[in-house]
């Protein structure tokens, strides 16, 4: 990565222009985030989020890809989490039906007919989602009591699952405003603006306590006594220390790859030579991303969020309350000092660890198709130095890839599991959990799509300032 060359393309017109789009787009995001849904009391609907958000996983999870839409109970409540289920529907149908899977190998005109049928997908999908947290927010409401104040009308909800399918499909729009600036991959830039978004809490929150000093101040060496919380000063040191070393280790394994030396036939036609050259196929260690991650919280999320419905029908229900509390995952929330650490505090990280280890080979199994590779290096006369061309080449690519899985599913397993494991030594070594704000998946998202978003900037940048090397 060279920032110079980033820097110094910043004096051409068109970078700039780009540049200031983009800000402006996510800008704009942030705006949406803060315009109501158009159905009662606003107020009391946030209390009723509150609430859903602090009871199930999968609440805390969709505020936290929606930059809050959801706390503030805002027209993009819904998010893209529609436009994402719709892209990795397609994905499996384009895998699973060969008319499709012909038409995505058609080059561009047919990738462009799978976005399109992916928009038009994203639609109903978004229409069902807002109706469902409209019915469970509004369930909520009218668990609290608080009811009195809202008489919602058929008008008034058609209104407010319009404006929240809207705003989803706005949020679709803008992320493909971003990716049109070619600087960054569009609804993974908003989704790491949503994270992103909700550093500034965090951060105000951790140095108020850091200054709150009612329990004493910080003394260094006898002689030199600074006016911090010592407690909360030795916390956020360690945190930075170990946020820098995460940090690093996520780059390097985002960036890991195995580089496969391709060799080419050389060929002669006429009086010329083709061929005879090497290249390249870089496999990466993690060819998944995050989505395991996401596809496992999402799956654990749904048995606590049952749990959760149920207990409402019957409060005295057993079977409820084992769901909630097996399913769902440990924090500073849920933390009994009393009783310390059981047994089924483990339930959930054991089971959210095996799941993103099956979906991590699963998902590569989808976007790694070892026979479509091996036959197009065939075709090409291109071929693996002691391994015969065809479905030698796709067992060899078969074999690498299981074993760079292995890894990398194990690496991605644990950095998901990174809150857990700080709780639980905190547990062991201050009597109570830390309750880190941000999990292992949001801080892998925003590491993944920061590195991605400067490379294609430095590929612009580069060839904005081509001329300069003349």
């Known amino acids: 990565m060279n920032f110079k060359t980033i820097f110094r393309s910043f004096k051409n017109k068109d970078m700039r222009k780009r540049i200031f789009a983009v800000i402006g787009i996510l800008i704009a995001y942030r705006l949406l985030a803060h315009i109501p849904v158009p159905l009662g009391d606003a107020t009391t609907f946030r209390q009723a989020v509150d609430n859903l958000i602090s009871g199930t996983d999968l609440g805390g999870f969709i505020n936290l890809i929606s930059g809050g839409g959801l706390t503030n109970f805002s027209i993009i409540l819904v998010g893209l989490s529609p436009y994402i289920t719709a892209s990795i529907v397609m994905q499996l149908l384009t895998k699973a039906i060969p008319r499709m899977e012909e038409l995505n190998n058609d080059g561009e005109t047919g990738r462009r007919k799978i976005s399109q049928w992916t928009r038009i997908l994203t639609v109903p999908l978004a229409i069902l989602q807002s109706i469902a947290y409209i019915y469970i927010l509004f369930q909520e409401v009218l668990a609290a009591g608080t009811t009195g104040t809202i008489a919602p009308t058929f008008q008034e909800w058609a209104l407010a699952i319009a404006a929240m399918t809207a705003g989803s499909i706005l949020l679709m729009w803008l992320g493909e405003l971003i990716t049109e600036q070619g600087i960054g991959n569009g609804i993974s830039t908003v989704i790491f603006c949503s994270i992103v978004s909700a550093f500034p809490r965090t951060f105000a929150s951790m140095t108020q306590q850091l200054f709150d000093t009612s329990e004493g101040t910080l003394d260094l060496f006898g002689w030199l006594n600074i006016p911090v919380n010592p407690t909360m000063f030795f916390i956020m040191l360690g945190l930075t220390v170990g946020l820098i070393i995460v940090i690093y280790i996520l780059i390097k394994i985002n960036e890991a790859q195995r580089i496969i030396t391709i ?93 993103v280890v099956m979906f991590t080979y699963f998902y ?103 001329d300069d090397y003349q």
């Open 263 to 355: 060799n080419y036939a050389k060929r002669v036609h006429g009086n010329s030579a083709y061929g005879g050259i090497k290249s390249i196929m870089p496999i990466k260690l993690i060819a998944a991303g995050v989505v395991p991650v996401i596809f496992a919280v999402a799956f654990l999320s749904v048995p606590a969020f049952i749990g959760q419905l149920i207990l409402k029908a019957d409060p005295n229900s057993t079977i409820a309350a084992n769901m909630i509390s097996w399913f769902s995952a440990p924090s500073a929330s849920t933390y009994d000092a009393a009783i310390g650490i059981q047994g089924t505090d483990f339930i959930y990280p054991v089971l959210y660890f095996l799941l």
């Open 364 to 466: 590569t199994s989808i976007v790694f198709n070892a026979q479509e590779i091996a036959e197009n290096l065939q075709k090409q006369g291109g071929f693996i130095e002691g391994v015969r061309p065809g479905k030698q080449t796709e067992k060899y690519f078969n074999k690498v890839v299981n074993r760079l899985n292995l890894f990398g599913a194990l690496a991605l397993g644990l950095i998901a599991m990174l809150p857990y494991i700080v709780d639980y030594i905190f547990i062991v070594t201050l009597g109570y959990p830390l309750g880190l704000s941000i999990s292992g998946t949001g801080l892998l998202i925003v590491v993944t799509v920061a590195l991605e978003n400067l490379r294609q900037l430095n590929s612009r940048a580069l060839m904005v300032t081509y």
